[in-house]
């Protein structure tokens, strides 16, 4: 529904909340026009203009007692940019891929892009605190999340200190952590969401080493959120995947943190969960 059906959106959530969820969240949200993901329609928070539409899907939610999340995103090169018309940026030179094959391609960025994503995703921070949401994710996730495409040797081959190691990959992530925290991690929980492996990706993220970037900043966030891959691999029916079946990706995180660790895979009931972790504990 995105931006093109706000209403429509809000009351979805409102059911989620009503439906007795802890916490609703929104799909991925474009930080800025450069983060634009069109022919797909997600949510859009560009600019003030944009605050009617949070803060009604934000009153929705909080009408049946949830807390409200927000996933700030920049798809990087996967944010082909059509509607915007904004050159695409990623860590290094790419085509620019949306799953529509777009003849596209995103230029590297330079420290100033940086210094530029970074003011950008502070002032989105910003923005969804004023819109009233409790949680402002920061997303690593499904080779969408820009953050993502830095950690990853397949996307990310710079030479600077944002490229090569994995505490260099792992940089920018933590920066953006840091910025949204000191936004506005006084009255909102900071999030992050983060794919556990890149299956299927030559070259891509493996668990062992998505892992050890965990361990390097495992009290950071204020909740671990976990999936998986790019979205092929982690949201799959019951023809293909068993309930459960992201546990042996996500087993072992809770570890490495003190922090709430969150997992998803096709659960359907309570019971299962328990069953599958073991008494519910991911460890
Ligand atoms: C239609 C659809 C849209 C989704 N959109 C998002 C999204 O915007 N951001 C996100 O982090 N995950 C998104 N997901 C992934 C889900 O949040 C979840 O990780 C995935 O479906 C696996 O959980 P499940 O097995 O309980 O469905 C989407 C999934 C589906 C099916």
Same mark, same amino acid.
């Given at each position: ?7 429509? *959106?809000?009351?979805?959530?409102? #059911? ?14 474009? #930080?800025?026009?450069?983060a634009d993901v069109t022919p797909y329609?997600e ?6 203009? %944009?605050?009617?539409? +949070? ?8 009408? +049946? ?6 996933? =700030?995103? +920049?798809s990087g090169g996967t944010a082909v940019n059509l509607w915007?018309?904004? #050159?695409p ?5 790419r085509p620019a891929s949306s799953s529509f094959d777009d003849p596209v391609?995103a ?9 530029? *994503? ?19 994710? &920061?997303?690593?996730?499904?080779g969408l999340?820009?953050? /993502? ?19 260099? $990959? ?19 929980? &900071? ?29 950071? @966030?204020?909740?671990? %959120?976990?999936?998986?891959?790019s979205w092929?691999? %982690? ?10 079946? /992201?546990? @042996? ?6 570890? =490495?943190?003190?922090? @709430?660790?969150?997992?998803?895979? $096709? ?8 069953? =599958? ?7």
């Amino acid at each position: 529904m995105g931006w093109r059906d706000p209403s429509a *959106l809000a009351a979805m959530r409102g #059911i989620k909340a009503e439906g007795g969820w802890a916490v609703v969240c929104t799909e991925m949200v474009e #930080i800025h026009p450069a983060a634009d993901v069109t022919p797909y329609v997600e949510l859009r928070l560009w600019s003030d203009q %944009d605050l009617p539409v +949070h803060s009604h899907i934000v009153d929705a939610i909080h009408a +049946h007692g949830s807390l409200a999340g927000i996933e =700030l995103c +920049h798809s990087g090169g996967t944010a082909v940019n059509l509607w915007s018309r904004e #050159i695409p940026i990623a860590p290094s030179d790419r085509p620019a891929s949306s799953s529509f094959d777009d003849p596209v391609h995103a230029r590297a960025m330079d420290k100033e892009d940086i210094r530029n *994503l970074r003011l950008a995703h502070r002032a989105a921070a910003l923005r969804a605190k004023k819109a009233g949401y409790d949680l402002v994710y &920061v997303y690593a996730g499904h080779g969408l999340g820009i953050f /993502q495409q830095f950690l990853s040797r397949a996307t990310n081959r710079r030479s600077d200190e944002y490229g090569g190691s994995l505490e260099n $990959r792992v940089r920018l992530l933590r920066e953006v952590i840091e910025d949204t925290k000191d936004a506005v991690g006084a009255t909102c929980a &900071v999030p992050v969401r983060l794919s556990m492996s890149e299956i299927g990706v030559a070259g891509g993220l493996e668990r062992a080493e998505v892992m050890d970037a965990i361990a390097f900043m495992a009290e950071l @966030p204020d909740l671990w %959120d976990l999936c998986l891959s790019s979205w092929q691999y %982690d949201s799959q029916t019951s023809r293909f995947a068993e309930e459960g079946f /992201q546990e @042996p990706y996500i087993k072992g995180v809770k570890a =490495l943190t003190t922090k @709430p660790v969150v997992g998803v895979g $096709r659960y359907t009931s309570p019971d299962s969960w328990c069953a =599958l972790s073991g008494a519910g504990s991911w460890t």
